[in-house]
């Protein structure tokens, strides 16, 4: 399952995405040389045109509604943009995790090291990054092990397995779930001069 945020980056990336393929269409079929056997409900532009005329925009801020909608719309977007992008600078901030014993909690970066620690210990894993992801209840642990070039998977995941057991059993009352990525080691190769 996707992480939520990756999914709300996504939706919003297909959004401006949708938003500039159409206008991009727009501009294509307006300034072509069929875009006379248009429909007459298609807006076109001549090359000299505003995509709203100014007879038009001077009745419509004549409108008690205009103004205030235009500014309240334009507060909206610019603070949820705003809050979007803090979400995003936020994501290298290590949270505390709150452990079963009341007043107690561990950061997040200390429970990493200690898994890569105790990974690479392993025999046969030449080097293992740890990534803890947490929300309220719930923890979610990615490690990528990296295996010497004649160790295979098999041969070490009931260690691993064994590991994350651990993790868990520690941090009982949180959903903790843990996602194991195995990459081999190529062999060095000798360089010819």
Known sequence: MPHPRMVINRAVLAVVGLVFLAGGVWLAVTHASWAPRLPGWWPTT????????????????????????ITAGS??????LALWCARQLRSGFRPL?????????????????????????IDGVAR??????????????????WLQPTVAP??????????????????????????????????PRPHLR
């Not at 009745?59 to 103004?67: F, H, I, K, S």
């Not at 995790?97 to 210990?121: F, I, K, N, S, W």
């Not at 293992?128 to 092990?145: A, D």
């Open 46 to 69: 001549g090359p000299h045109s505003a995509l709203i005329d100014a007879k038009e925009l001077a009745a419509v801020r004549t409108q008690g509604w205009w103004t205030p909608t």
């Open 154 to 187: 098999a041969d070490v995941l009931p260690a691993v397995t064994a590991l994350t057991d651990h993790t868990e059993t520690a941090l009982a009352p949180s959903d903790v779930r843990t996602l194991v990525r195995f990459s081999t080691r190529s062999h």
């Open 128 to 145: 293992c990054r740890t990534r803890v992801l947490t929300r309220p209840g719930h923890l979610r642990v990615r490690l990528h092990i």
């Open 97 to 121: 995790m709150a452990l079963p014993t009341p007043g107690t909690a561990l950061r997040t970066r200390a429970l990493e090291d200690a898994m890569t620690r105790q990974a690479v210990a």
């Open 75 to 80: 507060i909206t977007a610019t603070v949820l």
